[in-house]
């Protein structure tokens, strides 16, 4: 199995190496060949992908499926965001590809790994609940108000008389167009 190892420190005084030695060893205890190492230095958890240019590398190691399983000292490593990190376990999913987490024993390719994943899924599809119910009430609130939804028309004054015209004389709509 391919694994990538993702660490990551806050601050420059501190060091990923810890983090990166005990993933070694996960992986050779697990017979995973480690196919890159990447760190973030210097970057606090909180900084979204393109502040962390080494995030960013996994995620796009990630779409181009060049692991089978991504491996963290601890879950706070990939950020703080809770939608941050249910996004990124969508991610890893919709790749098939495995996550594992050192400090809280996250497998997924055991059962509570895949429970873990599960809850992972279940969140987001609540926020995206949460999101779609906040979005309507809006629109509701917008029509209430009188507000014209939807795009702007690109029809000016000339054009739509125009059109009125052609219509009235007979005129296709598709002609028209």
């Known amino acids: 199995m391919r694994a990538v190892i993702y660490s990551r420190v806050s601050t420059l005084k501190q060091s990923t190496e810890n983090q990166t030695l005990e993933l070694r060893a ?10 890159r190492e990447i760190s973030d ?9 393109t502040s ?22 601890s879950i706070d490593r990939l950020g703080r965001s809770i939608t941050d990190l249910v ?26 790994g895949r429970l873990s994943f599960a809850i992972f899924g279940a969140i987001a599809e609540f926020e995206r609940c949460i999101i ?13 108000e009188g507000k014209k939804l939807g795009r702007p028309t ?14 009235e004389k007979g005129a296709s709509i598709h002609s028209i167009a």
């Open 26 to 35: 996960v992986c050779k205890r697990n017979n995973w060949s480690v196919v």
């Open 41 to 49: 230095n210097g970057i606090s958890g909180s900084k979204g992908r």
């Open 52 to 73: 962390r240019p080494g995030f960013d590398e996994l995620h796009k190691m990630i779409s181009r499926k060049e692991a089978d399983i991504v491996v963290v000292w």
């Open 87 to 112: 996004a990124f376990m969508a991610e890893l999913e919709a790749k098939k590809m495995d996550f594992y987490s050192h400090i809280q024993a996250i497998d997924s390719r055991t059962a509570a």
């Open 132 to 144: 779609r119910e906040r979005v309507c009430a809006g629109l509701v609130r917008a029509k209430a």
């Open 154 to 167: 690109n029809v000016n004054v000339n054009t739509g008389v125009a059109v009125k015209l052609l219509r």
